[in-house]
T-cell receptor, first 113, second 116 residues
Framework: DQQVKQNSPSLSVQEGRISILNCDYT??????FLWYKKYPAEGPTFLIS?????DKNEDGRFTVFLNKSAKHLSLHIVPSQPGDSAVYFC????????????FGQGTRLTINP | DAGVIQSPRHEVTEMGQEVTLRCKPI?????LFWYRQTMMRGLELLIY????????DSGMPEDRFSAKMPNASFSTLKIQPSEPRDSAVYFC??????????????FGPGTRLTVL
């Protein structure tokens, strides 16, 4: 059972436009959400996070939105740049298991020049 | 800091052989995690340690998998005997928990395991 789902395996966006990556979760105990970015032959690196007490967190070109009622979060990248081409993983954790992260399957984002 | 170090980077072995993956966490970090990445399931947590003690091994798929952390600077993930379905990329990650927030995990470059 996938508690965190990224239903789009891939996404292609033109440079300069907005990229929107989506993530759904099923466990209502999740209270902290993260996005990680992964380049080929490298490990994932932390990108941005959001606590369940917020519905939006922004860091430069990256914004994460959280809709708790829908159990849905999204990552917006604007404007998209070629260097943003990577696999993006959504992750979640519950208060009870502070360090235990549950990851989604990942979405491969390709930014076209 | 050198970051999380994993070895080997690539491992090709035959079914039935023993495989040992190694990890050196970031100095001073008190949590260590082992993950497996596959196309179908994404990143799965296998086991994690706190101060060298295994906390949760519920993600370890079978008894063929075992992990140890003999000291704060070294951990191993062993598969014995290996099977073709174990082929995946295995990541090690470490973190340091602050009292104010949940800190992020820092990942190593991974070990790509191929079992023939």
């Amino acid at each position: 059972d996938q508690q965190v789902k990224q239903n789009s395996p891939s996404l292609s966006v033109q440079e300069g436009r907005i990229s929107i990556l989506n993530c759904d979760y099923t466990n209502s105990m999740f209270d902290y959400f993260l996005w990680y970015k992964k380049y080929p032959a490298e490990g994932p690196t932390f990108l941005i996070s959001i606590s369940s007490i917020k519905d939006k967190n922004e860091d430069g070109r990256f914004t994460v939105f959280l809709n708790k009622s829908a159990k849905h979060l999204s990552l917006h990248i604007v404007p998209s740049q070629p260097g943003d081409s990577a696999v993006y993983f959504c992750a979640a954790s519950a208060l009870s298991g502070a360090q235990k992260l549950v990851f989604g399957q990942g979405t491969r984002l390709t930014i076209n020049p | 800091d050198a970051g999380v170090i994993q070895s080997p980077r690539h491992e090709v072995t035959e079914m039935g052989q023993e495989v040992t993956l190694r990890c050196k966490p970031i100095s001073g970090h008190d949590y260590l995690f082992w993950y497996r990445q596959t196309m179908m399931r994404g990143l799965e947590l296998l086991i994690y340690f706190n101060n060298n003690v295994p906390i949760d091994d519920s993600g370890m798929p079978e008894d063929r998998f075992s992990a140890k952390m003999p000291n704060a600077s070294f951990s191993t993930l062993k598969i014995q005997p290996s099977e073709p379905r174990d082929s995946a990329v295995y990541f090690c990650a470490s973190s340091l928990i602050s009292t104010s927030s949940k800190d992020t995990q820092y990942f190593g470059p991974g070990t790509r395991l191929t079992v023939l």
